[in-house]
């Protein structure tokens, strides 16, 4: 079994500088692991990844500013027509939607070999990218998806609302704190506790549900929970996570904007109320 790997090997790096000499400043702090370089419409970058190594390219949207919500929903499309290729939006690559693909050589120890995989990666990498302007039709064109807002009916039992609601406290003293190490540590109890519990289901489709009035686009800072009905707070938290694929900074942003904490808060109050009938 081959050790792992803890910078990138000089071979790829020679291999990736002969082909793109024009080299960027990586945003993030990263020598050994990262290389970035200049396009003429994007940034390409060579990275040792925990899964190994990947090539990732990186183009601006086809249009300017939108939503985080159909932001999502673009990348999602764009996900569906190009199925072979991991796309999303992601921070730090001078642009936001990125393709990434492992980088394979059969010859690790050839510069040439390196070269190869290089230039035969980054051709798969184009063709997806070059699917934006037809992933961006979902958006644009008045499609019955947008003019939908009924929200889908998901099963919840009392025993897995009430351990939502356990959390409350916790992220409501987190919050209070301001510490943005905090919020993150309940987030990631209460992502373990989702999955422990089967509440989220990412086989069904969930990012849809963003076009949805109730979720403001996903400015989650104006997401009124506390009005919501214990399925509502289950769509939202899959709405969340599975859309967080796309538009890597959802679960951050829910973070920052006290969602979760919301969220926790009036799975705790309808917890009491359930008790309160029976």
Same mark, same amino acid.
């Given at each position: 079994?081959?050790?792992?790997?803890d910078?990138?090997?000089?071979?790829?790096?020679? #291999?990736?500088?002969e082909l793109?000499?024009?080299?960027?400043?990586?945003?993030?702090?990263?020598p050994?692991?990262?290389?970035?370089?200049?396009?003429?419409?994007?940034?390409?970058?060579?990275?040792?990844?925990?899964?190994?190594?990947? &090539?990732?390219?990186?183009?601006?949207?086809?249009?300017?500013?939108?939503?985080?919500?159909?932001?999502?929903?673009?990348v999602?499309? &764009?996900a569906? $027509?190009?199925?072979?290729?991991?796309? #999303?939006?992601?921070p730090?690559?001078?642009?936001?939607i990125?393709?990434?693909?492992?980088?394979e050589?059969?010859?690790?120890?050839? !510069?040439?070999?390196?070269?190869?995989?290089?230039?035969? %990666?980054?051709?798969?990498l184009?063709?997806a990218l070059?699917?934006?302007?037809?992933? #961006?039709?979902?958006?644009?064109?008045?499609?019955?998806?947008?003019? %939908?807002?009924?929200?889908?009916?998901v099963?919840?039992?009392?025993?897995?609302?009430?351990?939502?609601?356990?959390?409350?406290?916790?992220?409501?003293?987190?919050?209070?704190?301001?510490?943005?190490?905090?919020?993150?540590?309940?987030e990631e109890?209460?992502?373990?506790?989702?999955?422990?519990?089967?509440?989220?289901?990412?086989?069904?489709?969930?990012v849809?549900?963003?076009?949805?009035?109730?979720?403001?686009?996903?400015?989650?800072?104006?997401?009124?929970?506390e009005?919501?009905?214990?399925?509502? $707070?289950?769509?939202?938290?899959?709405v969340?996570?599975?859309?967080? &694929?796309y538009? %890597?900074?959802f !679960?951050?942003a829910?973070?920052?904007?006290?969602?979760?904490t919301?969220? %926790?808060?009036?799975?705790?109050?309808?917890?009491?109320?359930?008790?309160?009938?029976?």
């Amino acid at each position: 079994m081959n050790e792992p790997l803890d910078c990138l090997p000089p071979n790829i790096i020679t #291999a990736f500088t002969e082909l793109y000499p024009a080299e960027r400043v990586p945003q993030r702090l990263r020598p050994a692991s990262l290389r970035q370089a200049k396009l003429e419409d994007g940034t390409v970058s060579v990275e040792l990844l925990e899964s190994g190594v990947a &090539l990732r390219l990186s183009r601006d949207c086809p249009f300017g500013e939108i939503s985080p919500g159909y932001l999502a929903i673009f990348v999602h499309r &764009l996900a569906e $027509l190009c199925p072979d290729v991991k796309v #999303a939006y992601l921070p730090g690559y001078y642009h936001p939607i990125v393709a990434t693909l492992p980088l394979e050589s059969p010859s690790q120890d050839s !510069v040439g070999g390196w070269t190869a995989a290089i230039e035969s %990666t980054i051709a798969r990498l184009e063709e997806a990218l070059d699917k934006q302007r037809e992933a #961006a039709l979902v958006i644009t064109e008045d499609s019955p998806a947008r003019r %939908t807002n009924e929200w889908p009916e998901v099963e919840i039992s009392s025993e897995q609302l009430q351990r939502i609601g356990q959390l409350a406290a916790d992220f409501a003293q987190a919050q209070q704190s301001g510490s943005i190490h905090q919020t993150r540590d309940q987030e990631e109890r209460l992502r373990h506790l989702l999955r422990s519990y089967d509440i989220l289901k990412p086989d069904r489709p969930w990012v849809h549900c963003l076009h949805l009035h109730e979720l403001r686009s996903g400015f989650w800072d104006n997401v009124a929970v506390e009005q919501f009905t214990a399925s509502q $707070l289950v769509v939202t938290l899959n709405v969340l996570y599975q859309g967080n &694929l796309y538009n %890597t900074i959802f !679960v951050n942003a829910a973070c920052a904007t006290g969602l979760l904490t919301r969220i %926790t808060a009036r799975a705790q109050e309808l917890t009491k109320i359930h008790h309160n009938w029976v």
